[in-house]
């Protein structure tokens, strides 16, 4: 470090991380940095890299000419505040944030072109639509592959044919535009404008049009204050945690919880970071993780280095004793014994590069890049001989032996984790265990503050049945500006927001609060409405909501909202009383009652399910609850909460189904997907024939045939079509 002069940039970090620590923000250095014993002791970092046996050389090494990247995580509500107080402690005109240089793909270029020739935007949207997951990748010189699509949509035309030639006549990478890079933060001695003009974003951040390549060509200092919305979460709840019971939390370092490893092996992992999802609930209970590293292999898996290069499936058979650990060549048994002879990190790239094909630390990092991210085979036809060279000369490889190793390793393309990123956000994934087991209501009610994760807020309320944790209705007089946890002598009980119902603002919320806090607890919407000046829609979304509900009936409180706003202004008393009384009206029957619910605020706090609704249709067609659904061959139902169809899945779907606080995974395989896409795309509910599988929290269900119903309301959940 004080060879290549990069004091300074260490000791920057550090009092980033200082001034985060000294305010209670929580904050987290990740990435290549925590294999940085220097990190670790500045208190950047939190994992020991020499106990973990970390690579240094990933981070920095003697050929290294720019400053390392050192990512800093902070808790997102927060974020602002850091960036604020980084301007003002190193100077307005030599700190500003690195752009982004966004490229062009076929359906941006689609969209911009089909502008400029004069399509209606509706055809332009059709066609982008019709792209789908086969083609919206392509860049724009490749567009001749989806020529069909064009076609289908827009026929044989003169502009289709011009739009073609347009497209294909694109550069590839063609910038469109530059936008803030998502953290990276430059920080100079001389005034950024010697190097680059500064702009602001529309957002109003202070922006350099240099993108993180050209800042480390120019050797200037970038450090990545990136906002994560789980270390809200942890701050959120310790906060929860002091107000209810005046204790201070340290959220750095949980100890260790022999009964949180046993809920993570059994997949019980919703609302935690990075495990949640239907893929990692599966992996828990088939890696059922017992350590940090054991979490950080399963951090590690679910990318798409990994999964593209076939190493998910060896990893967990050789973990679990199924399969014998083999290497493609003796040499790399030193470098791959702790991921049973399978690539799992961005450092085995580099280590295979040094010790078996005898590059350097600085070749072997422009390897790793150049390989981890090439489009076409001929942009790594030099690292591809060098390789084939390297190896056969330093670890005596036969040309096929180092063939298959570099086959292996350029499989390894696109996203894969470094191992020190993994073991810091493994380290996360525990700290989020940890508190969700030890304290359920306040770790619930910031998931739902921050919204986190995958899940809709509507799953989340189901899964705290079975955490023990309660919720309360929407109140006008107890309902705050945010989730909050009521003591109850258990796990808590949760109280919703104001702007839980759909058309009330945080500025709203916070205004009805205030007023109540001043001026005493509201007589009913008429008395609120004489004290706060709202929206009418925001008032009648309280209404409809039911948080009137103690005060007056819920139609009643809906006629009054309405006949308010049309007859006087809000945040005034009247003298006379200028609205008609209510005619009689109907109460809510409680099928009613939850539909409002699911419709105004999307969850129900008594905990009526929208499957409890259609019961009985689903039992009239055959359809068995999931909660008693047995292993093997059944038909069951539920309400569709999340649609994947990733990628890397080779044409398979995965969706998720809810009933109540179970929910099962329905694996689609493509010849279903191809004769059902419109059932599939279009319906709430799914009765689904199929294979039934139950270990752990994992449930899988391998659809033979799927039928599609409509129900009263539509839950917008979790969709990826990556």
């Not at 008693?628 to 038909?635: K, L, S, W």
Request: proline share 6%.
């Amino acid at each position: 470090v004080r060879a290549l002069g990069f004091a300074g940039f260490f000791l920057a970090a550090a009092e980033i991380t200082d001034y985060c620590h000294d305010r209670g923000i929580v904050c987290s250095g990740r990435g290549s940095a925590a294999a940085s014993i220097l990190c670790h002791l500045l208190g950047i970092t939190q994992a020991d890299p020499i106990e973990h046996d970390l690579l240094f050389e990933r981070f920095l090494h003697g050929g290294k000419t720019s400053p390392p990247d050192i990512d800093i995580d902070i808790a997102s509500a927060r974020r602002d505040e850091v960036l604020a107080w980084v301007e003002r402690r190193f100077g307005a005109r030599t700190e500003a944030m690195v752009c982004n240089r966004i490229t062009y793909f076929l359906p941006s270029a689609l969209q911009d072109l089909g502008r400029a020739l004069g399509m209606p935007p509706e055809t332009r949207d059709q066609l982008t639509r019709a792209l789908g997951r086969q083609y919206r990748h392509l860049r724009p010189h490749r567009a001749q592959e989806a020529e069909e699509i064009f076609h289908d949509v827009i026929g044989d035309t003169p502009i289709t044919r011009q739009l073609l030639r347009l497209l294909r006549s694109m550069e590839p990478k063609f910038v469109r535009h530059v936008a803030p890079h998502s953290g990276g933060v430059v920080l100079s001695r001389e005034p950024l404008a010697h190097y680059s003009p500064l702009e602001r974003s529309s957002g109003g951040i202070k922006l350099l049009q240099f993108d993180k390549d050209d800042i480390e060509a120019l050797g200037l200092i970038k450090l990545d204050l990136l906002g994560l919305r789980m270390l809200s979460v942890f701050e959120r709840t310790r906060e929860e945690v002091y107000r209810l019971q005046g204790r201070w939390l340290d959220v750095r370092d949980p100890p260790h919880d022999d009964t949180v490893w046993r809920s993570i092996s059994e997949g019980d992992t919703m609302g935690l970071f990075q495990i949640e999802s239907p893929g990692q609930v599966r992996m828990s209970t088939q890696l059922r993780p017992r350590t940090l590293t054991d979490l950080a292999h399963q951090v590690a898996l679910f990318r798409p280095g990994p999964i593209q290069s076939n190493t998910v499936h060896p990893y967990v058979a050789r973990r679990n004793g199924r399969e014998a650990v083999t290497y493609l060549h003796p040499s790399l048994e030193p470098i791959l014994a702790k991921s049973y002879g399978v690539i799992l990190f961005q450092e085995d790239l580099m280590r295979i590069a040094v010790h078996v094909a005898g590059m350097s630390w600085s070749d072997a990092e422009r390897f790793r890049k150049v390989v981890t991210t090439f489009e076409d085979e001929h942009e790594i036809r030099a690292e591809h001989r060098a390789f084939l060279d390297g190896a056969m000369r330093t670890s005596g490889c036969s040309e096929a032996e180092a063939q298959a190793i570099f086959d292996a390793m350029a499989a390894f393309r696109g996203y894969g984790f470094a191992e020190s990123h993994a073991w810091a956000f493994g380290l996360h994934a525990y700290t989020s265990a940890w508190l969700r087991r030890h304290h359920p209501g306040p770790y619930l009610a910031a998931v739902l503050n921050e919204h986190p994760g995958m899940w809709p807020r509507a799953t989340l309320r189901q899964e705290a049945k079975r955490w023990g944790v309660a919720m309360a209705p929407l109140d006008v007089n107890h309902s705050s500006a945010g989730w909050r946890v009521e003591p109850d002598g258990r796990a808590g009980t949760l109280r919703p927001p104001l702007q839980s119902a759909k058309g009330v603002s945080d500025t709203a919320a916070r205004t009805i609060v205030l007023e109540r806090l001043r001026g005493g607890p509201y007589q009913g919407l008429r008395d609120l409405y004489g004290r706060v000046t709202l929206p009418g829609d925001a008032l009648s979304a309280l209404a409809k909501a039911g948080a009137f509900d103690a005060l007056q009936a819920r139609r009643d409180a809906l006629f009054e909202a309405r006949a308010l706003h049309h007859a006087l202004p809000p945040g005034q008393a009247p003298l006379f009383d200028p609205t008609p009384e209510p005619p009689p009206l109907d109460a809510l029957a409680d099928a009613e009652r939850v539909v409002w619910d699911y419709r105004v605020k999307g969850f129900n706090e008594v905990g009526v399910h929208l499957v409890d609704l259609l019961r009985g249709e689903l039992r009239d067609l055959g359809a068995i609850p999931l909660a008693q659904a047995p292993e093997g061959r059944v038909r069951t139902g539920g309400l569709i909460v999340a649609r994947q169809r990733p990628g890397t899945a080779k044409g398979f779907a995965f969706f998720v189904l809810e009933d109540g606080p179970d929910r099962v995974q329905v694996v689609i395989s493509p010849d279903l997907w191809d004769a059902q896409w419109k059932v599939l795309r279009d319906a709430h509910l799914l009765v689904v024939d199929g294979i039934l599988q139950r270990v752990g929290r994992a449930w899988t269900l391998r659809a033979s045939e799927v039928v599609g119903l409509t129900g009263p309301v539509v839950v917008r959940g979790y969709e990826y079509a990556g």
